[in-house]
């Protein structure tokens, strides 16, 4: 019952700041003498760019050493992954 209660909480929450953040744009852009693109404004509209090779090793290296793993362990590898590398 707790968690259901908690799970309430935050979504009761998440919805008022929801309300907050179109009433405080609504005000900022009514202000504007000319409005932004409407795309510029939408989050979804924005695709990411596909992730390097590096950026994919260092989260990768991150998640390691977030979950516990030892950084000795991953200093090896990293030097016997630039060793194959050629680096």
Do not use: C, Y
């Not at 908690?6 to 202000?31: K, Y």
């Not at 990411?48 to 590096?54: A, F, G």
């Not at 950026?55 to 000795?72: E, H, M, N």
């Amino acid at each position: 019952m707790v968690a259901r209660m908690d799970g309430a909480r935050r979504r009761l929450e998440a919805e008022q700041d929801g309300r907050a953040w179109l009433a405080w744009h609504t005000v900022a852009l009514s202000r504007q003498e000319t409005l932004p693109e409407l795309s510029s404004l939408l989050g979804r509209s924005q695709k990411p760019k596909p992730q390097t090779q590096e950026q994919q090793i260092s989260a990768v290296d991150q998640l390691f050493l977030a979950f516990g793993g030892d950084p000795a362990q991953l200093a090896r590898v990293r030097s016997k992954r630039d060793q194959i590398d050629g680096n």
